[in-house]
């Protein structure tokens, strides 16, 4: 589970051969001659075209959908969940149904089939390293974006666990959730650590790790240094939400939309806003990706940022109508181990961002980041990218239901009203698939989880974008599968 050997980071890149090897053969037949919007889309131009046509198919098929009877699509699951719900409030004080989040966590039954919102005491921090484990769907850490409550813990990937072995990246999380039907709002999950030094080992240091599918957090933060997020495995929507740290800060394997976000880097020195994992050796990792609508990105003054490196050789990241600050550097993007990143199946594109940081690209982007058409753009940008229409609800279904164990009513009044409609994206069609159909929709996302992904540990004392260079790391194979056993997802 190490996130791999730090400083080794100098030596050949052999293991990573044979993926690429792979990813080359794979490709290979698929490509058209001409580039479709320029860069990467010579590589990959089939696939962009496809994308485009199931979305277009889809859209109007869910349109149909949402406008008639059958416009309600929640889960059959996740609807009789809501039915059920019940709120406990965790309040350290002694005056709710829990003092601390562990016991909560730990009374709700396996195989549980209700809505469990956790009322957290608007802000109290609870210092507690906390793990849902997957046989406990349907749970939600509720407090106030005003005031939040705020779940904090230090530990690092060097951090020695009862083993005496350093605990690694995923080992390093303050709280992970391998359940599914995960919610949050008005939540910050912090992970406390010291900042790594530049080029430190096992620096990492998880606040989040979003394991399980179709999670949702709503009005959060997300703060940390290195590896602040790990966007695991699954479908993940994450709204309104500010997300801090240094090196690699949104990571994984997930496919997720995070719409209106704030993105910030916390580091004068590089820092790497998201290192997306997505390799086509690996089955099933095949429809992962993260795509930003309507985010703004910014840092420390001085700060150079990274839109992203490229962990695997098909890592996918698209920002729509971002805003980006002027310490996103001119190039923006980096390979990381791919040896060509403009034929590996890379795709990284940019459409209708702005800002000091946007406006470079016309002058400088690397050579096979893409800005994006509309028509490229479009299954990326709204809910439907992860299917939202089937599980993506308003926060406000977080209040209510009955009351805890002790009969302590949880007032209603409590509840977010933030979003009286489902936060679906008004400018695209309720939940259009993007890239396959909607029968494939029903399969979980992004499924790879085991050893075969080869990480490196990020360059953290790269100073600036020649630097990278430095980055050519000899990636150790990580093992991504969760500290569960059971780490497949229902
Ligand atoms: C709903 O729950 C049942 C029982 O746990 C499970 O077998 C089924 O796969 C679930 N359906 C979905 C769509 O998750
Ligand atoms: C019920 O909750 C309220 C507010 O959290 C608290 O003030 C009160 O003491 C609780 N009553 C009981 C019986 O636990
Ligand atoms: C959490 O609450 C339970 C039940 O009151 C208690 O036994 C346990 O010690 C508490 N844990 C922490 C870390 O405070
Ligand atoms: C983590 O926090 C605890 C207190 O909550 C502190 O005693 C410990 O020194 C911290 N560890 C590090 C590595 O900072
Ligand atoms: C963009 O995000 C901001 C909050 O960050 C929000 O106020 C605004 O309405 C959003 N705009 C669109 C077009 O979604
Ligand atoms: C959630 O965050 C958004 C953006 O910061 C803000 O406009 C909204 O008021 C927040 N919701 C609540 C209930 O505070
Ligand atoms: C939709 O996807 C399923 C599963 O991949 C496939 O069997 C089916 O042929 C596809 N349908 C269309 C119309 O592409
Ligand atoms: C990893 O995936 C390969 C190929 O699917 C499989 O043979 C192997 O058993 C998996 N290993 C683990 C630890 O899950
Ligand atoms: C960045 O790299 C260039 C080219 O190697 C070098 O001239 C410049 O001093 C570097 N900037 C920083 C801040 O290290
Ligand atoms: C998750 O829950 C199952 C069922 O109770 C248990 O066997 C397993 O040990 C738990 N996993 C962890 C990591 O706690």
Same mark, same amino acid.
């Not at 690092?156 to 072995?165: E, H, N, P, V």
């Not at 009005?219 to 790990?230: E, K, P, R, V």
């Given at each position: 589970?190490?996130?791999?050997?730090?400083?080794?980071?100098?030596?050949?890149?052999?293991?990573?051969?044979?993926?690429?090897?792979?990813?080359?053969?794979?490709?290979?037949?698929?490509?058209?001659?001409?580039?479709?919007?320029?860069?990467?889309?010579?590589?990959?131009?089939?696939?962009?075209?496809?994308?485009?046509?199931?979305?277009?198919?889809?859209?109007?098929?869910?349109?149909?959908?949402?406008?008639?009877?059958?416009?309600?699509?929640?889960?059959?699951?996740?609807?009789?969940?809501?039915?059920?719900?019940?709120?406990?409030?965790?309040?350290?004080?002694?005056?709710?149904?829990?003092?601390?989040?562990?016991?909560?966590?730990?009374?709700?039954?396996?195989?549980?089939?209700?809505?469990?919102?956790?009322?957290?005491?608007?802000?109290?921090?609870?210092?507690?390293?906390?793990?849902?484990?997957?046989?406990?769907?349907?749970?939600?850490?509720?407090?106030?974006?005003?005031?939040?409550?705020?779940?904090?813990?230090?530990?690092?990937?060097?951090?020695?666990?009862?083993?005496?072995?350093?605990?690694?990246?995923?080992?390093?999380?303050?709280?992970?959730?391998?359940?599914?039907?995960?919610?949050?709002?008005?939540?910050?999950?912090?992970?406390?650590?010291?900042?790594?030094?530049?080029?430190?080992?096992?620096?990492?240091?998880?606040?989040?790790?979003?394991?399980?599918?179709?999670?949702?957090?709503?009005?959060?933060?997300?703060?940390?240094?290195?590896?602040?997020?790990?966007?695991?495995?699954?479908?993940?929507?994450?709204?309104?939400?500010?997300?801090?740290?240094?090196?690699?800060?949104?990571?994984?394997?997930?496919?997720?939309?995070?719409?209106?976000?704030?993105?910030?880097?916390?580091?004068?020195?590089?820092?790497?806003?998201?290192?997306?994992?997505?390799?086509?050796?690996?089955?099933?990792?095949?429809?992962?990706?993260?795509?930003?609508?309507?985010?703004?990105?910014?840092?420390?003054?001085?700060?150079?940022?990274?839109?992203?490196?490229?962990?695997?050789?098909?890592?996918?990241?698209?920002?729509?109508?971002?805003?980006?600050?002027?310490?996103?550097?001119?190039?923006?993007?980096?390979?990381?181990?791919?040896?060509?990143?403009?034929?590996?199946?890379?795709?990284?594109?940019?459409?209708?961002?702005?800002?000091?940081?946007?406006?470079?690209?016309?002058?400088?982007?690397?050579?096979?980041?893409?800005?994006?058409?509309?028509?490229?753009?479009?299954?990326?940008?709204?809910?439907?990218?992860?299917?939202?229409?089937?599980?993506?609800?308003?926060?406000?279904?977080?209040?209510?239901?009955?009351?805890?164990?002790?009969?302590?009513?949880?007032? @209603? *009044?409590? +509840? &977010?009203? #933030?979003? $009286?409609?489902?936060? %679906?994206? /008004?400018?695209?069609?309720? !939940?259009? =698939?993007?890239?396959?159909?909607?029968? @494939? *929709?029903? +399969? &979980?996302? #992004?499924? $790879?989880?085991?050893? %075969?992904? /080869?990480?490196?540990?990020? !360059?953290? =004392?790269?100073?600036?974008?020649?630097?990278?260079?430095? +980055?050519?790391?000899?990636? $150790?194979?990580?093992? %991504?599968?969760?500290?569960?056993?059971? !780490?497949?997802?229902?």
């Amino acid at each position: 589970m190490r996130r791999g050997s730090t400083m080794a980071r100098r030596s050949s890149s052999a293991a990573v051969v044979p993926m690429i090897v792979l990813a080359a053969v794979l490709t290979s037949s698929l490509l058209p001659a001409a580039a479709a919007g320029g860069g990467a889309g010579a590589s990959f131009g089939n696939w962009i075209a496809l994308n485009q046509q199931s979305y277009a198919v889809n859209a109007a098929l869910y349109a149909q959908k949402s406008a008639g009877e059958g416009g309600k699509t929640l889960d059959t699951n996740l609807s009789a969940a809501e039915e059920k719900k019940v709120v406990y409030v965790v309040d350290p004080s002694g005056g709710g149904d829990y003092t601390n989040i562990t016991a909560a966590l730990a009374d709700i039954p396996d195989g549980n089939t209700k809505r469990v919102v956790l009322d957290l005491k608007p802000g109290v921090v609870f210092r507690e390293k906390l793990f849902l484990n997957i046989s406990k769907p349907f749970i939600t850490f509720k407090s106030d974006p005003m005031k939040p409550a705020t779940i904090s813990w230090n530990d690092t990937a060097a951090t020695l666990g009862k083993d005496g072995k350093p605990v690694g990246t995923v080992g390093s999380t303050t709280v992970a959730v391998e359940s599914d039907y995960f919610m949050a709002y008005g939540v910050v999950f912090r992970n406390d650590a010291p900042l790594a030094k530049p080029g430190a080992k096992g620096g990492q240091a998880v606040a989040l790790r979003l394991f399980g599918t179709k999670a949702a957090l709503y009005n959060c933060t997300i703060d940390g240094g290195q590896d602040t997020l790990y966007d695991h495995k699954g479908l993940h929507y994450f709204k309104d939400c500010l997300i801090r740290g240094s090196v690699d800060f949104i990571f994984g394997f997930g496919r997720s939309f995070y719409e209106d976000c704030r993105i910030e880097s916390v580091v004068k020195e590089v820092a790497v806003l998201t290192a997306q994992q997505r390799t086509k050796s690996i089955e099933g990792a095949i429809d992962s990706g993260f795509s930003f609508k309507n985010c703004s990105i910014g840092g420390v003054k001085g700060g150079q940022i990274y839109l992203g490196r490229a962990w695997g050789d098909s890592s996918r990241v698209v920002y729509a109508y971002t805003e980006m600050g002027e310490e996103v550097v001119p190039i923006g993007w980096d390979g990381w181990n791919v040896a060509k990143p403009e034929s590996s199946g890379i795709y990284y594109g940019e459409f209708k961002c702005f800002g000091a940081g946007a406006d470079a690209k016309k002058k400088k982007r690397v050579g096979w980041a893409l800005d994006l058409t509309e028509e490229q753009a479009k299954p990326f940008v709204g809910a439907h990218y992860i299917f939202g229409d089937s599980w993506i609800q308003p926060p406000s279904v977080t209040s209510g239901g009955q009351a805890g164990k002790k009969g302590n009513q949880t007032e @209603a *009044a409590a +509840a &977010p009203q #933030a979003a $009286a409609k489902a936060p %679906t994206t /008004a400018e695209a069609p309720a !939940a259009a =698939e993007a890239t396959t159909n909607v029968t @494939a *929709a029903k +399969a &979980p996302a #992004a499924e $790879a989880t085991n050893a %075969t992904a /080869a990480k490196t540990t990020p !360059a953290s =004392e790269a100073k600036n974008a020649s630097a990278t260079e430095s +980055a050519k790391a000899s990636p $150790a194979a990580e093992a %991504t599968k969760s500290s569960s056993s059971a !780490a497949t997802p229902k």
